[in-house]
């Protein structure tokens, strides 16, 4: 499937109002980082067509859709998606389990749930920071999560090493909702600072975060990026 079809057939464009929570929901975030690995990573792009939720979460996925004439999307950064479900978790005092991140990260992210989000029942696991978990680990992974019993859980071990994990193991995960939320933990946690609404608004989030993070980030903004524009410029001239 090229961009345009995942833009137009798979990309997530309703409120977040809308989100299903009845039944098992998986949700994932496509940006022009995670577009470029899917096309060299089948298992990595069957995990995101198969979301039942992919959020536009990049500008870059904005602008594509904007340039190859597709329709009018907004972005919807993981963050934003979080906070809506944590809200939306309070009111109905639902559990909410963390799988990833540091053992201090994790700390910080439950006690700022329970402060701000009192009705909220939160749990949370940190798993080795390895690319591949074993069989076993993941395994006692399952079982932590399991026995927390959570309506969500939130999985922050960067992409695509997470969206991998949660395709490889939902049917196993008793959760109503799974969403893949990387940086998240650390924005949430207050370990990074996420960009100001005004850069946000003005679409270059991106820029402040490669400022504040340039060793990580790097690769994404000087590789990615521009194979994801040359993607979309081949796509437009095939049209």
């Known amino acids: 499937m090229n961009l345009k079809d995942i833009i137009a057939q798979k990309i997530y464009t309703a409120p977040l109002s809308a989100i ?40 870059g996925i904005v602008f594509a859709a904007k340039f190859l004439k597709i329709k009018g999307i907004k972005k919807i950064a993981g963050a934003d998606m979080h906070q809506y479900l944590l809200a939306q978790a309070n009111e109905k005092g639902k559990a909410v389990f963390y799988l990833g991140a540091t053992e201090i990260t994790l700390q910080r992210i439950e006690k700022k749930v329970q402060q701000e989000y009192p009705l909220i029942r939160v749990g949370s696991y940190g798993p080795p920071f390895s690319s591949v978990l074993s069989k076993e680990e993941s395994n006692k992974i399952v079982k932590v999560i399991n026995k927390f019993k959570p309506d969500i859980l939130f999985v922050g071990m960067t992409a695509p090493k997470q969206e991998l994990w949660v395709h490889q193991h939902k049917e196993f995960v008793n959760a109503q909702v799974i969403a893949s939320i990387g940086a998240v933990f650390d924005f949430y946690a207050g370990s990074i600072k996420r960009p100001g609404p005004i850069w946000i608004k003005l679409g270059l989030e991106w820029f402040i975060r490669l400022l504040r993070e340039p060793k ?10 521009p194979l994801f524009l040359w993607e979309v410029l081949k796509e437009k001239w095939a049209n």
């Open 20 to 59: 299903p929570s009845e039944n098992k929901c998986i949700i994932n975030a496509l940006n022009p980082h995670s577009y470029i690995i899917a096309k060299k990573d089948k298992v990595f792009e069957e995990s995101l067509l198969s979301s039942d939720v992919l959020l536009p979460d990049g500008i």
């Open 216 to 225: 990580r980030l790097w690769k994404r903004n000087f590789i990615s990026t």
